[in-house]
């Protein structure tokens, strides 16, 4: 068994520091949107649907955004049609927390890694909005097709992005990656 535990340290060390980060970060985000009133969004949910109105509005002429009084979520106005609700699950927040768990698990010189970070948090962010614009305006001209953008395309296009952001890490940034290969 000894044998073992030394040939896989590095493996069940990543694990552990990935789960432990993951469960750390996930326990922080969930005492912050604990901290919301019943049936009230939460200002990152709200950051984000007035992010991708501003996207909207780049081209069009009538997005809007309006919190539910009754729900907490934002509710999505593409051409002065209701056609999206941008929930907490919307807002990217548990998809960077896998990112960062994932980084931290892999992390590499303390600097490199807070950049990475930074900058892949702000990667995936900004493509999330851009995602929800997108999904907007194609459930509103294709209506019928709302279950394969929203359950289909668009989680392969945020988590396809992650996994990218992943490869470079590893390959390039962290403990791990070849030297000047």
Request: charge should be positive; proline fraction near 2%; include cysteine.
């Amino acid at each position: 068994m000894k044998k073992y535990l030394i040939l896989y340290k590095p493996f069940l060390l990543f694990l552990a520091v990935f789960f432990l980060t993951y469960i750390v970060l996930t326990f922080l985000y969930q005492n912050y949107l604990n901290s919301f009133e019943e049936n009230k969004t939460d200002s990152i949910t709200k950051m984000v649907g007035k992010n991708t109105e501003q996207v909207l509005l780049l081209f069009v002429d009538d997005a809007a955004i309006e919190e539910s009084t009754a729900h907490p979520y934002m509710k999505l106005f593409y051409n002065t049609k209701y056609v999206a609700r941008i929930v907490e699950g919307c807002n990217a927040v548990s998809v960077i927390i896998l990112f960062l768990s994932f980084v931290i698990a892999f992390s590499g010189k303390l600097i490199t890694t807070v950049l990475y970070i930074i900058g892949g948090s702000l990667v995936i962010y900004l493509l999330n909005v851009l995602r929800i614009a997108a999904l907007s305006a194609l459930i509103f001209y294709f209506p019928k097709q709302e279950a394969l953008l929203h359950e289909v395309l668009f989680p392969l296009y945020i988590y396809g992005v992650v996994f990218i952001l992943w490869l470079i890490w590893v390959r390039k940034f962290s403990r791990y990656a070849s030297n000047g290969n």
